[in-house]
């Protein structure tokens, strides 16, 4: 065979080649992308979920301090920790046990890149009321 022949046998194989690089790229653009916005999605739910813990576990029964214990405002604690996760947009769900506050923040992450449309993230955090002593 000539070299004019094994040329075009060739012809259209960088093509070919080019365009599996290219989708296979972005690809692995859209994987890494919409990962990120799925990870960071998980941090920010997690992050409000505490959040909304603490705020609740910040409503002490001031009548039960008065007489040396410490409890928590159950009504008050939940209200609290329900209202700082809608106004971040989130849904969720509060329980009040004693002194503990649990919160479970559920949020949806929109893929852009990948075709797998809306994931639902879900983050649970705990915060408990302590005691400290003032100096």
Do not use: H, K
């Amino acid at each position: 065979m000539t070299a004019a022949a094994l040329r075009r046998d060739d012809a259209g194989f960088v093509a070919l080649f080019t365009v599996a690089v290219a989708v296979a790229l972005i690809w692995l653009l859209a994987i890494v992308l919409d990962g990120g916005r799925w990870m960071r999605a998980q941090s920010n739910t997690f992050g409000t979920a505490a959040a909304a813990a603490r705020t609740g576990a910040q409503e002490i029964d001031e009548a039960s301090v008065l007489l040396g214990e410490l409890q928590l405002n159950e009504a008050a604690a939940e209200a609290a920790a329900s209202e700082y996760l809608a106004e971040r947009g989130l849904d969720g769900e509060v329980t009040v046990d004693g002194l503990e506050v649990t919160v479970t923040a559920i949020g949806t992450v929109d893929f852009q890149l990948l075709p797998l449309g809306s994931v639902t993230v879900e983050e649970t955090a705990t915060a408990r009321a302590t005691r400290e002593r003032g100096t």
